[in-house]
């Protein structure tokens, strides 16, 4: 390699060059290395075409200035000549090391410059700092303080401080680098021989003429040597330079030496008054490196600060934008909408918040990265659905809010709350496949959220809340929407504290288990009873499951209850058994019942407890329930028909299952929901939805029951159009176990079978 070659060479001149006799063969040896390290540098520059390439040329210039400057010197002491301390070669001196520090100091990697301003101003005060301690030994004792005396003195000292400068500069380059390669120890090298050199040429341990004596000379030499290396040795990797550290972090290397260059002033005063040198004479120049080291380290400071000033407007940045989106983040949700409700004026102020359908699927099927690059899409369409003075930020998950203030009147938040939901319902095509999402939006409204007595009280979390009560509301309902109203937050309250008062209702047994009867049209008898919960709620009074269940079973407490409603009712069910009365009982599930691995077993371990035959269980599941997950849904349910328990779909006519999943479904029942039962006397199209239903249950071969059945022109409807069976109220409400066995006793002995029906019918 060319480097190596040439160290060896540069490493027989100085051999050389020590064995020559003084005068010329000296001068000849000196000027070829001298000559070689500059022709070293300037191939470097013209092969250099990276961001380095500046670098290499201030370093060529400075090299340059040198060999100049050593011609000079060499001239000035042909025939005799005497070099004083400070001549015009010390110029072109001072200008190479000058040159040389900025070239150094500008190196760059494709990221910029190496160097940070920081790193500069902590070498220059390290620089100072043993400027002053050069200074301290070049000095005499008895300086008297002239002009033409301090520039016999300065070459020394302002070489010695850019030796210092140029070394820290090396030491910086590690620390920011991590680098132990060819070039940073052959410039360690150099600059250390640089400093010895300059330090035994002024240090004043005699009289020999400053550039006649052999030792500073050969340093000289070696280093030039060392930086023809530097100039010819290419890495394979260029050198780059590491993450920068923590503001907070200053190291302990950086510390100590920055730390040791400021204790200099006071340790050369300090010496400079044991040696009895009079203030007058150094005085001044502590006041000048003081005042210059104060700058330095001031500047520093301003760097610093800078930094921490950019991190806390980068972090406050981060702390108010959502990572993925790139939206605004909760926190810029809320004070943007404090802002608006703040100054909305006689304007109406909305917040929506859209929550998206079946996301977690994407995560699941795709990875996060592609479910990041959907919510980043979402976000934008939401964006261009909207004014540009609207805001729309990511709370989180799968959950958008826009916020928006408009004119009272001039806006039908219906209307935007639809095209929020066709932004996010429009064709996507993720990895080739279109990914079909919808979204339900909850809406809160300031005139809504506002009451008569809390028109002030209402802020932007205030109103994030109350749309989220809106969109647990909306997600309920088939228009996937919902506004806002004060009654929803009541029920949330209640809710809330009825499901901390749970857990100690099944513990105190304040959970009851009532029985509606189901009666047979056919044989005009009740054939069955409906197992419902209710809660009896020492403050409250009797409360109804809608009230507690959902909570229950989004909490884990559910598996507990549904043990304690089949336990009770299998329990009943067996004794109204005994007592002479053969009837099955039915028993609700819901889809976390569903996804129980063990629930067959339960069920198993329940019938034998209370000796009760697997058919005269009977368990309901809504449409919704077995739809959530058909494929675990289905298995449950077939391994819970294989016990010989018949199965019923409850609330028919309100979910969402096709005519496919219906026939794949294990069932012998199907009860037609009571919101078109009660009304088909009244209505054409309910008339129209039991009428279908009843054919469409005879054409599966299922048995078919009517809900809602609360009066008697309902129930001589029913039995014109054949349905099987009936519950409601006009044949029994639910009632306690101890009151079931007489009422289906009497609801036993007032009904007519169908055939009894029908012969009264007929006119005499």
């Known amino acids: ?77 042909y025939g005799g000549g005497r070099v004083s301390t400070f001549s015009a070669s010390d110029v072109l ?106 330090f035994a040429t002024y240090s004043r341990l005699d009289d020999v003429e400053p550039y006649r004596s052999l030792l500073p000379n050969t340093l000289w030499l070696a280093a030039y040597v060392c930086f023809g290396v530097v100039a010819l040795f290419v890495p394979e990797r260029p050198v780059t330079r590491i993450e920068r550290p923590s503001p907070f972090r200053f190291g302990r290397a950086r510390f100590v030496g920055l730390g040791l260059a400021v204790a200099v002033t006071p340790v050369a005063m300090a010496v400079q008054l044991a040696r009895g040198v009079p203030v007058a004479q150094w005085g001044w120049v502590i006041v000048l490196s003081s005042a210059l080291v104060i700058s330095l380290v001031g500047g520093r400071m301003a760097c610093f600060l800078g930094t921490l000033r950019s991190q806390a407007s980068v972090l406050e940045n981060v702390a108010r934008t959502d990572a993925v989106t790139g939206l605004g ?53 939401l964006v261009a659905s909207v004014r540009s003075d609207d805001l729309v930020g990511r709370l989180g998950g799968d959950q958008f809010v826009v916020a928006m203030r408009r004119p009272p009147g001039r806006t039908d938040i219906f209307d935007m709350a639809h095209r929020l939901q066709f932004a996010v319902s429009r064709t996507m095509f993720v990895h080739d496949i279109n990914v079909a999402l919808d979204a339900a939006v909850g809406i809160a409204a300031f005139e809504e959220c506002s009451g008569a007595s809390e028109t002030n009280g209402v802020d932007g979390e205030a109103m994030l809340q109350r749309a989220h009560v809106a969109l647990t509301s909306a997600k309920a309902g ?61 403050r409250e009074g009797l409360i109804g499951p809608s009230t507690f269940l959902p909570d229950a079973e989004r909490t884990g407490m559910l598996p507990a209850i549904t043990a304690l409603v089949l336990d009770e009712a299998l329990a009943q069910c067996s004794a109204l058994r005994r007592r002479g ?146 519950q409601g109220f006009y044949l029994g409400r639910p009632m306690p176990a101890e009151l079931l066995f007489d009422a289906v006793h009497k609801l036993d002995s007032e009904t007519p079978t169908r055939l009894e029906w029908e012969l009264a019918r007929q006119p005499i």
């Open 1 to 77: 390699m060319l480097w190596t070659r040439f160290l060896g060479l540069g490493a027989l001149a100085i051999a050389a060059y020590v064995a020559a006799p003084l005068g010329l063969p000296r001068d000849i040896v000196y000027s070829i290395v001298v000559l070689a390290t500059v022709s070293a540098f300037v191939y470097r520059l013209l092969r250099e075409n990276g961001p380095d390439r500046r670098t290499w040329k201030y370093m060529a210039l400075g090299v340059a200035c040198w060999g100049v400057g050593d011609g000079l010197v060499a001239l000035m002491q």
């Open 93 to 198: 001196y001072l200008a190479g090391y000058l040159i040389i520090a900025v070239g150094f100091a500008r190196a760059a990697d494709e990221n910029g410059l190496v160097f940070g301003l920081e790193e500069l101003l902590e070498c220059l005060v390290v620089a100072v700092g043993v400027g002053l301690a050069a200074w301290m030994f070049v000095v005499p004792g008895d300086w008297t303080g002239s002009l033409g005396s301090m520039l016999s003195l300065l070459p020394a000292t302002v070489y010695l401080t850019i030796d210092a400068f140029l070394l820290t500069l090396i030491g910086s380059l590690y620390l920011l680098t991590r680098s132990t390669g060819v070039s940073v120890v052959a410039a360690t090298i150099g600059t250390v021989l640089l400093a010895v050199s300059d």
């Open 329 to 381: 983040n909760r926190r810029l949700l809320r004070e943007r909408l404090d802002t608006m409700l703040a100054t909305r004026g006689e304007s109406d102020v909305f917040t929506l918040v859209v929550d998206i359908d079946r996301f977690a699927q994407i995560n699941e099927t795709f990875g996060y990265s592609v479910g990041d690059s959907v919510l980043r899409e979402i976000g934008h369409r």
């Open 478 to 538: 088939h228009a996937r929407i919902g506004l806002y109203e004060p009654d929803m937050d009541r029920n949330r309250h209640d809710q809330m504290r009825l499901l901390g008062e749970l857990d100690t209702a099944i513990r105190d047994h304040q959970l009851r288990v009532f029985f509606q009867p189901c009666l047979d049209l056919e044989s005009g008898s009740v054939d069955r009873v409906e197992a419902l919960l209710r809660w009896l709620h020492p």
């Open 581 to 726: 009365i053969t009837l099955s009982v039915s028993v609700n599930l819901s889809v976390r019942n569903l996804l129980d691995e063990t629930l067959t077993e339960q069920v198993a371990a329940a019938l034998a407890k209370h000796s009760v035959p697997a058919h005269a269980l009977e368990f309901e599941v809504t449409e919704t329930t077995a739809m959530t997950d058909p494929v675990r849904s289905v298995a449950a349910l077939t391994s819970l028909r294989s016990l010989g328990v018949t199965l019923a779909i409850d609330d028919y006519g309100t979910g969402y299952s096709s005519l496919a999943y219906l026939q794949t479904l294990p069932v012998q029942t199907l009860k037609i929901d009571r919101s078109f039962v009660s009304k088909m006397n009244s209505d054409d199209t309910d008339a129209s939805i039991v009428r279908s239903t009843i054919d469409l249950a005879r054409s599966l071969g299922v048995r078919i029951m009517a809900e809602g059945v609360e009066d008697a022109g309902t129930l001589d409807a029913l039995r014109r159009l054949g349905c099987d069976a009936a």
